[in-house]
């Protein structure tokens, strides 16, 4: 069964620092282009970052530009994204997809990361 | 930017109902457009991909269809467990606001 699990995530202080991870199991992920998709409560989903399958081309969101930092290793068959400078919007689930179709067909259950004093 | 609006952002609908919801986008999108189904607490899951093609093991009442700026997805009769939020996506970036489907 494919699975992604993503963990990670938790309370951390305004410019504080989080680093999420996602495991992925049941697919061979070397091969797979990745994903960062938030949610903030009650709110809709928002793409947060894209790193392709070798790691050498990368995308983020504007909102996130210069503070985020994607990053896999296909070793591990694990994702990462380091968050730093957090801030109070940044509170948000934060699920890891994969893209498959033009679209994200696979998705993990998501870590809830909360900024806050 | 592209801009994705859903219509309507609430649906009031009763099972057995037909219900279409509809995705505008600010450009042309070309055929490279999702639909997802959101349950409270839980990850999106894709139900139609390349506007009218259903994803595996979603069940044949949904469907999707259109092209350049205009879509839709239609539940042709809604069972209880439709009853969620309904997202349009243009690869990679953009969603639409989302529908929430509700039991009237």
């Known amino acids: 069964e494919v699975q992604l699990a993503e963990s990670g995530g938790g309370l951390v202080q305004p410019g504080g620092s989080l680093r999420l991870s996602c495991a992925i199991s049941?697919?061979?992920?070397?091969?797979?282009?990745m994903n960062w998709v938030r949610q903030a409560p009650g709110k809709g989903l928002e793409w947060v970052a894209y790193?392709?399958?070798?790691?050498?081309?990368?995308y983020y969101a504007d909102s996130v530009k210069g503070r985020f930092t994607i990053s896999r290793d296909n070793a591990k068959k694990s994702l990462y994204l380091q968050m730093n400078s957090l801030r109070a919007e940044d509170t948000a689930t934060y699920y890891c997809?994969?893209?498959?179709?033009?679209?994200?067909?696979?998705w993990g259950q998501g870590t809830k990361v909360t900024v806050s004093s | 930017d592209m801009q994705l609006t859903q219509s309507p952002s609430t649906l009031s609908a009763s099972v057995g109902d037909r219900v279409t919801i509809t995705c505008r986008a600010s450009?042309?999108?070309?055929?490279?457009l999702a639909w997802y189904q959101q349950k409270p607490g839980k990850a999106p899951k894709l139900l139609i991909y390349?506007?009218?093609s259903l994803e595996s093991g979603v069940p044949s009442r949904f469907s999707g269809s259109g092209s350049g700026t205009e879509f839709t997805l239609t539940i042709s009769s809604l069972q209880s467990e439709d009853f969620a939020t309904y997202y349009c996506?243009?690869?990679?970036?953009?969603f639409g606001q989302g529908t929430k489907l509700e039991i009237k």
């Open positions: 997809a994969r893209h498959g179709k033009n679209a994200f067909d696979l």
């Open positions: 049941g697919v061979v992920f070397s091969s797979d282009e």
């Open positions: 790193i392709s399958v070798s790691g050498s081309t990368i």
């Open positions: 450009q042309r999108v070309g055929a490279w």
């Open positions: 390349k506007a009218s």
């Open positions: 996506h243009q690869y990679p970036h953009t």
